[in-house]
């Protein structure tokens, strides 16, 4: 079993930054892919962007692209999302995920384990 657990969740007005942290303990892996997720109210999760483990391959949704940047701290075990021009419709639950292979894959289902999610709310 991997436990993950988000932060750096709030609220920040439109063009602020924000950066979340996910913080993986347990059995992990180390080839694994990790990516963020979100889910706004009445809508669908989605993908937001990830990186393999070494952090040599990212992707990102369409919508973040050049905005949102992924990283990871292989010593602290932990992955970020640094967020910067941030907008109103980036207001969402945003939850880390790892990846049941090597690949930053888009699909939720090709995740296996999940963090609780944790609150970004930008404001206009």
């Known amino acids: 079993q991997v436990q993950l657990v988000e932060s750096g969740g709030g609220l920040v007005q439109a063009g602020g930054s924000l950066t979340l942290s996910c913080a993986a303990s347990?059995?992990?892996?180390?080839?694994?892919?990790t990516a963020w997720f979100r889910q706004a109210p009445g809508k669908e999760r989605e993908f937001v962007g990830g990186?393999?483990?070494?952090?040599?391959?990212?992707n990102y949704a369409d919508s973040v692209k050049g905005r949102f940047t992924c990283s990871r701290d292989i010593a602290k075990n932990t992955v970020y999302l640094q967020m910067n021009s941030l907008k109103p419709e980036d207001t969402a639950v945003y939850y880390c995920?790892?990846?049941?292979?090597?690949?930053?894959?888009?699909?939720?289902?090709?995740?296996?384990?999940w963090g609780q999610g944790t609150q970004v709310t930008v404001s206009s």
């Open positions: 347990g059995r992990t892996s180390s080839n694994t892919a």
């Open positions: 990186l393999t483990w070494s952090g040599r391959y990212t």
């Open positions: 995920a790892v990846s049941r292979g090597t690949r930053v894959l888009v699909r939720d289902i090709d995740y296996e384990y």
